[in-house]
């Protein structure tokens, strides 16, 4: 492995908004000497050489209700643009006067803003909420505002290093007040669930509705396949959004997001190809389709035909008679005929597990410019099974000034009870109710989590058949994460090359989607580190009819190096 390799400039885009590096500082190509620096704190933050707050005079640990750390701040942030502003009032120094209470659950100060004078700010710890209590004088409609998230940053920085004063009386009395009223909510006793009443004539309306919607679609792509490519033009690119519109209205989402896709596809727009000379509201046929752009087009208009003939099988109730497993015959009721399913649901069906613990592997942003969709993806190792799953939370980009997307998770996730989405599928979803308490615990990582990791790569033939068994059906993705246990890296034929202990190779090539690059990365990674177990997206390639493989994290030891940031 060569350290020389150079470093290929990528065109950064808006795919991966990407939190600290686990373990792990930028791949200069350095070795790190002396021990392992540890993963992040949740239990306290203290600068190593000074009195924690929360240790008492014995030396115990005082129970805290809120642990704060930067991860835990991104979560409570109420989006990314407040996240931002408070960070850059730590880095001016905005911040005036700090100082915490002797037990270190109560801190305050000043924080310059518009105002002529500066804001009054507070964080409290231990008023009985599941996170802080944050004040300021602002009039911000912002919760909490960018001047509380400046404290917080700075708390979970340096909170040891904040001066102890008496804390102000007001801000003792609204913690007392508080803490009252959250000893006073009781819970409820939990009362039976009450059977969900069917609509019978509601779902056979349904049903009559999506099984016309799927006749039209069926004419609709025999057609479009008579004329050739040779034959498209723009009254086809407004067939194809009536044909969009269509499935919408019979609640075949997935279906109409497809078929938004491929006007895209068959306009240009999908790489930037619009014509600025074209009247507003007029899409023509992109000039010259090239390779690539037919081979989409092809599998856009393959998936569509299955959806057709697995739908209608799917109303009828056929599935499983003919051999297909009913996990996924449940799945294709949510991909093709729009079901949505409710952890209830899903709880009944037996698509629930219990007392699992998850790594992250890698966490992914993308931004879906044709169906207006902003993702977020974190891949899950089970550090007892060994698979690997996922967790996706994916937002309209017009809610995302008021909302935001999962951010990344940095330690282990022990899950008390979760969904896991039918499909016969490598990276099944996972989801488990926020609002439970209990239901997700995350603590530090341990060099145990790690060495599971390393005991759950696999050697690359078995991941590959794994991959080919997944796209033997159209309607699943092209795209799988597994992790592989890499024996050596390589350069043949100038790309980067995976070597397993059986000395099968898989060549590492990026997708070509818009994400930033990450195999020139991975060559730094390794020629810093070494090789280790690689988490590795195996992707097909419509135009090479090939699998290859995006790597996404290394791991050697107990260094969780993520290659795309």
Request: proline fraction near 6%.
């Given at each position: 492995?060569?350290?020389?390799?150079?470093?290929?400039?990528?065109?950064?885009?808006?795919?991966s908004?990407?939190?600290?590096?686990?373990?792990?500082?930028?791949?200069?190509?350095?070795?790190?000497?002396?021990?392992?620096?540890?993963?992040?704190?949740?239990?306290?933050?203290t600068?190593?050489?000074?009195?924690?707050?929360?240790?008492?005079?014995?030396?115990?640990?005082?129970?805290?209700?809120?642990?704060?750390?930067?991860?835990?701040?991104?979560?409570?942030?109420?989006?990314?643009?407040?996240?931002?502003?408070?960070?850059?009032?730590?880095?001016?120094?905005?911040?005036?006067?700090?100082?915490?209470?002797?037990d270190?659950?109560?801190?305050?100060?000043?924080?310059e803003?518009?105002?002529?004078?500066?804001?009054?700010?507070?964080?409290?710890?231990?008023?009985?909420?599941?996170?802080?209590?944050?004040?300021?004088?602002?009039?911000s409609?912002?919760?909490?505002?960018?001047h509380?998230?400046?404290?917080?940053?700075?708390?979970?920085?340096?909170?040891?290093?904040?001066?102890?004063?008496?804390?102000?009386?007001?801000?003792?009395?609204?913690r007392?007040?508080?803490?009252?009223?959250?000893?006073?909510k009781?819970?409820?006793?939990?009362?039976?669930?009450?059977?969900?009443?069917?609509?019978?004539?509601?779902?056979?309306?349904?049903?009559?509705?999506?099984?016309?919607?799927?006749?039209?679609?069926?004419?609709?792509?025999v057609?479009?396949?008579?004329?050739?490519?040779?034959?498209?033009?723009?009254?086809?690119?407004?067939?194809?959004?009536?044909?969009?519109?269509?499935?919408?209205?019979?609640?075949?989402?997935?279906?109409?997001?497809?078929?938004?896709?491929?006007?895209?596809?068959?306009?240009?727009e999908?790489?930037?190809?619009?014509?600025d000379?074209?009247a507003?509201?007029?899409?023509?046929v992109?000039?010259?389709?090239?390779?690539?752009?037919?081979?989409?087009?092809?599998?856009?208009?393959?998936?569509?035909?299955?959806?057709?003939?697995?739908?209608?099988?799917?109303l009828e109730?056929?599935?499983?008679e003919?051999?297909?497993?009913r996990?996924?015959?449940?799945?294709?009721?949510?991909?093709?005929?729009?079901?949505?399913?409710?952890?209830?649901?899903?709880?009944?069906?037996?698509?629930?597990?219990?007392?699992?613990?998850?790594?992250?592997?890698?966490?992914?942003?993308s931004?879906?410019?044709i169906?207006?969709?902003?993702?977020?993806?974190?891949?899950?190792?089970?550090?007892?099974?060994?698979?690997?799953?996922?967790?996706v939370?994916?937002?309209?980009?017009?809610?995302?000034?008021?909302?935001?997307?999962?951010?990344?998770?940095?330690g282990t996730?022990?899950?008390?009870?979760?969904?896991?989405?039918?499909g016969?599928?490598?990276?099944?979803?996972?989801?488990?109710?926020?609002?439970?308490?209990?239901?997700?615990?995350?603590?530090?990582?341990?060099?145990?989590?790690?060495?599971?990791?390393?005991r759950?790569?696999?050697?690359?033939?078995?991941?590959?058949?794994?991959?080919?068994?997944?796209?033997?059906?159209?309607?699943?993705?092209?795209?799988?994460v597994?992790?592989?246990?890499?024996?050596?890296?390589?350069?043949?034929?100038?790309?980067?090359?995976?070597?397993?202990?059986?000395?099968?190779?898989?060549?590492?090539?990026?997708m070509?989607d818009?994400r930033?690059?990450?195999?020139?990365?991975?060559?730094?990674?390794?020629?810093?580190?070494?090789?280790?177990?690689?988490?590795?997206?195996?992707h097909y390639?419509?135009?090479s009819r090939?699998?290859?493989?995006?790597?996404?994290?290394?791991?050697?030891?107990?260094?969780?190096l993520?290659?795309?940031?």
């Amino acid at each position: 492995m060569e350290s020389s390799w150079k470093r290929r400039r990528g065109r950064r885009t808006r795919a991966s908004r990407a939190w600290p590096r686990t373990r792990a500082g930028p791949l200069d190509g350095r070795r790190r000497a002396g021990p392992v620096r540890p993963g992040p704190d949740f239990s306290c933050h203290t600068s190593p050489n000074s009195p924690s707050p929360c240790l008492g005079p014995s030396g115990t640990v005082r129970c805290m209700a809120v642990v704060v750390t930067e991860q835990s701040i991104a979560e409570w942030a109420p989006n990314e643009k407040v996240l931002l502003d408070a960070k850059a009032l730590l880095r001016r120094g905005a911040l005036r006067k700090l100082a915490r209470s002797d037990d270190g659950t109560l801190a305050f100060g000043h924080c310059e803003g518009s105002g002529s004078t500066p804001y009054a700010v507070s964080m409290d710890l231990a008023t009985g909420a599941d996170k802080p209590t944050v004040r300021c004088s602002c009039p911000s409609r912002l919760f909490p505002c960018k001047h509380g998230l400046a404290l917080l940053l700075a708390f979970a920085q340096k909170g040891a290093l904040f001066p102890v004063e008496e804390p102000p009386k007001d801000l003792l009395q609204k913690r007392e007040k508080q803490a009252q009223k959250a000893a006073e909510k009781k819970p409820a006793p939990a009362a039976a669930a009450a059977p969900r009443s069917v609509n019978k004539t509601a779902l056979a309306k349904k049903a009559k509705e999506q099984s016309d919607a799927l006749d039209t679609l069926e004419t609709f792509l025999v057609d479009l396949a008579s004329g050739g490519l040779g034959g498209l033009s723009g009254k086809s690119i407004e067939a194809i959004e009536h044909q969009a519109k269509r499935m919408a209205d019979a609640d075949m989402k997935r279906t109409s997001a497809v078929l938004t896709r491929l006007a895209a596809y068959v306009s240009g727009e999908w790489l930037g190809d619009e014509d600025d000379d074209e009247a507003p509201g007029v899409r023509e046929v992109a000039r010259g389709l090239g390779e690539a752009q037919e081979a989409r087009i092809a599998f856009t208009l393959t998936q569509l035909y299955t959806t057709v003939r697995r739908g209608k099988k799917a109303l009828e109730g056929k599935f499983v008679e003919e051999g297909t497993t009913r996990s996924e015959a449940d799945a294709q009721l949510e991909s093709i005929l729009g079901k949505a399913w409710r952890l209830p649901e899903l709880r009944e069906a037996g698509y629930w597990v219990k007392n699992r613990r998850y790594l992250e592997l890698a966490h992914e942003r993308s931004d879906d410019e044709i169906t207006q969709f902003a993702t977020a993806i974190g891949f899950l190792l089970d550090l007892d099974d060994g698979s690997v799953v996922c967790e996706v939370t994916s937002l309209p980009f017009h809610t995302l000034p008021f909302t935001k997307l999962r951010a990344s998770r940095m330690g282990t996730l022990e899950i008390a009870e979760a969904a896991l989405y039918p499909g016969d599928v490598e990276n099944r979803r996972v989801r488990w109710d926020e609002k439970v308490e209990g239901a997700c615990r995350e603590r530090p990582r341990e060099r145990a989590d790690y060495e599971a990791v390393h005991r759950h790569g696999k050697p690359l033939d078995p991941v590959i058949r794994a991959m080919r068994n997944q796209l033997k059906n159209p309607l699943h993705p092209l795209d799988a994460v597994f992790l592989v246990a890499a024996k050596r890296f390589g350069d043949v034929g100038g790309e980067l090359v995976l070597e397993d202990e059986a000395g099968v190779r898989l060549v590492l090539r990026n997708m070509n989607d818009g994400r930033l690059p990450s195999t020139d990365a991975l060559r730094h990674a390794a020629a810093a580190f070494g090789p280790g177990t690689l988490a590795v997206r195996l992707h097909y390639d419509l135009l090479s009819r090939a699998i290859y493989g995006d790597p996404l994290a290394l791991f050697v030891g107990d260094e969780h190096l993520r290659l795309r940031a």
